[in-house]
């Protein structure tokens, strides 16, 4: 047996069968014991995998000679890739592999990505050559993009199987149904951004600077260490998990509620309705799985979980076709889903402002003066090390700051609401994309008055908008992924981190779709056209800018005057929280 099946056995045999003891040692299993392993193998990860992404944009103008739309479509649908297959990764994680089994896969196939990016550098045949001046860049063949896709394609697989479940098996680890492993997890979802942002802080500075100024293939050959290292940390601690069974896949439980609610669509749920309902008492229920309480709004998903002829169940009780018959317990987490994607819609918005950073930001940076003494330049891609200071140093100040002295003075933990924390991110978005529209004008301006590529206006006027973009991940983004993981029942946290992935995905795919609508609308102006080709002094990306802006206000509107009323929620005794939803045919609220 291979030592990664011995990894895979042994974290399965040890703590599924009993989850709240090691095997290797008596101590009990999970916690922060397990955690620090969790966030070294995160923060190595993201490390390997941010020092590409943060780059990737570099890396095909410089290496491929892609500029313009192609250049923003090939990271942008990669992107958006990359979080699409977390959908995947989470029906395999609860379906079949578990979520140990995933990120152990997940991560593998990251490595292998990694790989195949290091020969896409370090083989002179499988990218095009050097640009000839500014206008003459031969562009790849196809065969050299298939093979660069292959590459990409692995990190995306990879990355579904990450991504829904690193967050997920991190919360297994805290036993939500005492006060003392909810405030645990509380903090966890800050601690893990801020682990993995100091990590990418001090060697992503490194590594972008030898990607940019030494050697492509040193590189990647850094990061693909730093996968390895992370797999190795990973199963170091495999004793220490508290790794739980699959429990079967939650998408396929909701698609038998909507089947089933629509071949009973013409039922009527009477005053017995409930005593009617099919729901099985614990002992019959699946083990470990907490029962969700009923719920009264999206009525006719009950349909799904109404009993109309006796002959639907067999001797023992049970559903014998689920396809037509549900059980409560599935009704009210797919009310779970559906109640949850209000937010999500607000969050997507926020996310658009934040991608253009990693394309259009990093043009920006291209064409400014990048010089520090007559030496050094800056690497482009440095300035999305900005936005993780910004969100650093907000997660310190908010978590070893604000929340002690709060603490001190009205002897009570008073931490921001989510709502006042995804407003504020959604403020930081709008002001970003102004502030860069703004920056951008300006640059474009001095280029033009000196007639040259670069302009001479330094670097640095893009760190306001960079910084904006990371306040938009410090509020929106954290507060988003806790609301998804909280607002969940324990066997559907995958789920949730899988939907916050979805959520980064769809904002790629829309900033593309965009992207591709502007540049068709507004080329048929030759003289001016918004964006498109190589050099960015001839397009008008602030009026780019400014539509993204406009986006933002509108979902200030949308969230303020609508979503809001989806984050309001309260306690309830077995770590079952509750959103308090606003009725728009009754006018009152309803607990979900």
């Not at 729901?279 to 470990?288: I, L, Y």
């Not at 006719?300 to 009780?317: M, R, S, V, W, Y």
């Not at 509108?554 to 984050?567: E, I, K, L, M």
Request: proline letters at 4%; aromatic letters at 10%.
């Amino acid at each position: 047996m291979s030592s990664t099946e011995d990894a895979i056995h042994s974290a399965n045999s040890v703590n599924e069968e009993n989850p709240s003891r090691s095997a290797a040692d008596g101590r009990k299993a999970g916690g922060w014991r397990a955690i620090k392993y969790i966030l070294g193998n995160e923060s190595f990860e993201k490390l390997a995998s941010m020092s590409l992404v943060s780059n990737i944009t570099m890396y095909l103008r410089t290496e491929y000679n892609m500029g313009g739309i192609l250049l923003v479509n090939v990271v942008n649908i990669w992107s958006g890739s990359s979080n699409i297959t977390s959908l995947a990764g989470a029906f395999i994680s609860d379906t079949y592999l578990g979520r140990f089994r995933t990120l152990l896969y997940g991560s593998s196939a990251s490595l292998l990505g990694m790989l195949t990016m290091t020969l896409t550098a370090g083989i002179p045949r499988l990218h095009p050559s050097k640009c000839i001046g500014k206008s003459n860049c031969p562009q790849p063949q196809s065969w050299q993009l298939c093979f660069l896709f292959a590459g990409l394609a692995l990190l995306a697989i990879g990355a579904g199987g990450i991504r829904p479940c690193n967050i997920a098996f991190g919360a297994d680890q805290f036993d939500t149904r005492t006060d003392e492993g909810r405030a645990q997890l509380e903090s966890f979802f800050n601690w893990w951004y801020f682990s993995f942002t100091v990590a990418l802080l001090i060697a992503l500075t490194a590594v972008i600077y030898v990607q940019t100024n030494v050697s492509w293939v040193l590189g990647f050959a850094i990061p693909t260490a730093c996968l390895g290292l992370s797999i190795s940390i990973f199963l170091l601690g495999r004793k220490t998990y508290i790794c739980k069974k699959p429990q079967g896949s939650i998408f396929v439980d909701m698609a038998k509620v909507l089947v089933a609610a629509c071949w009973k669509r013409r039922q009527t749920l009477g005053p017995d309705w409930e005593q009617l309902s099919y729901d099985p008492s614990p002992e019959e229920s699946d083990q470990g799985v907490v029962k969700l309480t009923r719920t009264y709004r999206f009525r006719f998903l009950d349909k799904a979980a109404l009993i109309i002829d006796p002959n639907e169940l067999d001797g023992q009780g049970m559903s014998k076709n689920g396809w037509r018959l549900c059980s409560v317990q599935q009704v009210e987490q797919f009310k779970c889903l559906i109640g949850i994607l209000p937010v999500w819609i607000s969050g997507i918005a926020c996310f658009i402002a934040m991608d253009q950073q990693n394309t259009f930001g990093i043009l920006q940076a291209i064409q400014m003066n990048k010089s520090i003494g007559p030496h050094f330049k800056i690497p482009p891609a440095w300035m999305t090390l900005f936005s993780m200071i910004a969100l650093s140093i907000w997660i310190f100040i908010y978590e070893r700051i604000y929340i002690p002295r709060v603490r001190r003075i009205i002897k009570k933990d008073k931490r921001l609401t989510m709502q006042q924390r995804i407003s504020t991110g959604i403020i930081m978005s709008i002001l970003c994309m102004l502030v860069a529209g703004i920056v951008e004008r300006k640059r474009r301006d001095s280029a033009l008055s000196r007639g040259s590529y670069e302009s001479p206006i330094t670097v640095a006027l893009l760190l306001p908008q960079f910084v904006l973009s990371g306040m938009v991940e410090a509020f929106a983004a954290v507060a988003l992924l806790e609301f998804l993981t909280t607002q969940m029942p324990e066997s559907m946290r995958t789920v949730a981190g899988a939907i916050f992935f979805l959520s980064l995905s769809i904002a790629s795919y829309i900033g593309s779709f965009l992207v591709n609508m502007i540049h068709i609308i507004t080329r048929k102006n030759r003289n001016s056209p918004w964006l498109g080709g190589h050099d960015l002094n001839k397009n008008r990306l602030e009026n780019y800018y400014y539509i993204i802006a406009a986006v933002g206000a509108a979902n200030f509107v949308y969230f303020n005057f609508f979503a809001c009323h989806y984050v309001k929620k309260v306690d309830l005794p077995g770590d079952v929280r509750e959103i308090q939803l606003e009725n728009s045919a009754s006018g009152h609220r309803e607990d979900l």
